[in-house]
């Protein structure tokens, strides 16, 4: 079955892609996973995630390593392969953004 989908590129343009999705159960799971490992995020200061599953695990790490040692940020490389400091307020909200897409991926 052929699906549109609308995708917002990282410049704010609006995109309609047409793909396939297959109607089985497992191959729906597929196309979500494969989905969801490709995925990023965008803070409101332009800051670019990574946000499958492994990376949002990578942050939790992150956020709990620089709570236990008092400290607020730490060199993060980003999904577009820049090093960057990022501070643990920008950790969480990759994480929310993240668990929020990922929801939305399953959900919709």
Do not use: C, H
Request: glycine share 4%.
């Amino acid at each position: 079955m052929l699906q549109t989908k609308i995708k917002k590129k990282a410049n704010g343009l609006i995109k309609k892609i047409k793909e396939y999705v297959p109607t089985t159960k497992s191959g729906l799971k597929a196309v979500k996973l494969e989905e969801i490992e490709k995925s990023t995020v965008t803070l409101t200061n332009g800051k670019l995630f990574d946000s499958d599953e492994e990376s949002q695990n990578r942050i939790l790490r992150a956020i709990q390593v620089l709570t236990y040692k008092n400290e607020i940020s730490t060199m993060w490389k980003l999904a577009d392969n820049t090093t960057s400091e990022v501070t643990l307020d920008e950790f969480n909200e990759a994480l929310v953004l993240a668990g929020e897409q990922q929801s939305a991926i399953w959900f919709e």
